[in-house]
């Protein structure tokens, strides 16, 4: 076996996947099948196909020579079907390409996804399986590859292909999606089988994962608080099987665990990253909290002002005020804010000026020191009135200005009366 990667873009995430340490198939049972589950941090298309002979090397597969194996290209699944096979023991090398492709269609890298699919024969006749039950998966050198019979008539089905375990409620199902957003997650997997009892699961978990050893009931729960770091991940994947005492496996399945990925939908968000304390006076999102005289309310753009502003955060905080309420009604529509590139471009129209002003605050308070955090509102004073407009400029930028001495350049913003 061998593995050539390519890499056409090097800014990109390339797609990653879990895989058990050695793929079980029956001889001669049909629909047996493996799905790689892939995910990609960039949201990438994925897509699989059959390594050729100078990217996997001995594993190389000529797409329809051997029936028994197919791939389906689009969801990335091997799948298998033993009546198509005259082997019933040895190893076979699975050799793929997984690629992730950008909107236009071009692949952005190219990686090798190797694996070793082991046929064997299940003994009905034990009560449980030990290691004498189990064949001896790497004594034969050369592993018996996959043979076309012609003519040949379907023959009847190995009693143990219709005696898999299943998997029982509450197990979730196949591919289903469970939000990590809180920054935790537990679930519980559960099996039975008709020989006996499960004695085992399975499973390639994201890092940190920890899941309990199968009770007497077929069950084991998985819990799993995602760091910060995993949290920004788009996605994660978890794939599981289940063993029982026969040895005889469930289908594979995979569910997905979705972080928050680098999305940002709103201010609290925005700031709850962002405000850090990270900054050069350690202001965090908690200090924002009753901010001065305008910044009233946990980030609530819509709150009333009290008073006149108090210092240049308190200021921040009614200019995005006012920028907010000129770009949007309630409720304020969620946007697209990538914090790794602190940029608003991603949003839709209607929410791309939210999303613009909240940016606005949160990096001018980034550096700042917080000194009016939950600000008695009985030293707040009155302020003045005056007469004002929102001004919109550079398509997705918004401000409110005092009509009587200022005016709105399209380009330039709000600038000094007669300069526009």
Not at 333 to 354: E, F, H, L, M, T
Request: net charge neutral; with cysteine; aromatic share 8%.
């Amino acid at each position: 076996m061998a593995m050539r990667m390519t890499v056409n873009d090097v800014n990109n995430n390339s797609p990653s996947f879990k895989l058990p340490p050695l793929w079980l198939i029956m001889a001669g049972c049909p629909n047996q099948q493996i799905d790689l589950a892939p995910s990609d941090a960039d949201g990438d298309n994925v897509t699989c196909r059959w390594a050729t002979a100078s990217e996997a090397g001995g594993a190389y597969n000529i797409p329809g020579a051997w029936p028994s194996l197919s791939l389906d290209t689009a969801n990335c699944i091997v799948k298998y079907d033993g009546t198509l096979d005259s082997s019933t023991s040895g190893v076979k090398p699975i050799g793929l390409m997984m690629e992730d492709k950008d909107a236009n269609g071009n692949i952005r890298s190219s990686i090798p996804v190797q694996f070793l699919a082991q046929v064997w024969t299940p003994n009905m006749a034990t009560r449980s399986i030990g290691a004498a039950n189990y064949p001896d998966w790497f004594s034969e050198k050369e592993h018996k590859d996959h043979v076309k019979i012609p003519g040949r008539g379907r023959r009847s089905l190995p009693a143990y292909c219709n005696a898999v375990p299943t998997f029982v409620a509450p197990t979730p199902a196949d591919g289903h999606n469970i939000s990590g957003a809180g920054g935790s997650v537990s679930f519980t997997l559960a099996a039975q089988s008709q020989n006996g009892k499960i004695t085992g699961f399975s499973y390639q978990a994201p890092s940190g994962m920890t899941c309990s050893t199968v009770n007497s009931a077929g069950q084991i729960t998985c819990n799993w608080t995602l760091s910060a770091a995993q949290q920004k991940i788009t996605s994660h994947s978890f794939c599981y099987d289940a063993t029982d005492n026969l040895g005889l496996v469930t289908s594979r399945q995979c569910l997905t665990i979705s972080g928050r990925g680098n999305k940002i939908t709103n201010i609290n968000e925005m700031a709850n990253a962002v405000l850090d304390g990270s900054g050069a006076n350690g202001f965090t999102a908690a200090a924002g909290k009753n901010y001065g005289c305008a910044g009233r309310g946990d980030f609530n753009p819509f709150s009333t002002t009290v008073g006149a502003q108090v210092d240049a955060n308190d200021k921040a905080f009614y200019t995005w005020k006012k920028c907010v309420q000129c770009a949007s009604a309630k409720p304020v529509p969620a946007y697209d804010y990538d914090q790794d590139s602190d940029s608003c471009a991603k949003s839709s129209a209607a929410s791309r000026g939210v999303c613009e002003c909240d940016k606005a605050l949160v990096n001018f308070l980034y550096d700042k020191k917080a000194t009016a955090t939950n600000y008695n509102v009985g030293n707040c004073s009155s302020g003045g009135y005056a007469n004002t407009a929102c001004c919109q400029y550079n398509t997705h930028m918004w401000a409110q200005y005092n009509t009587d001495h200022q005016c709105c350049d399209k380009n330039a913003g709000v600038k000094d009366l007669g300069t526009c």
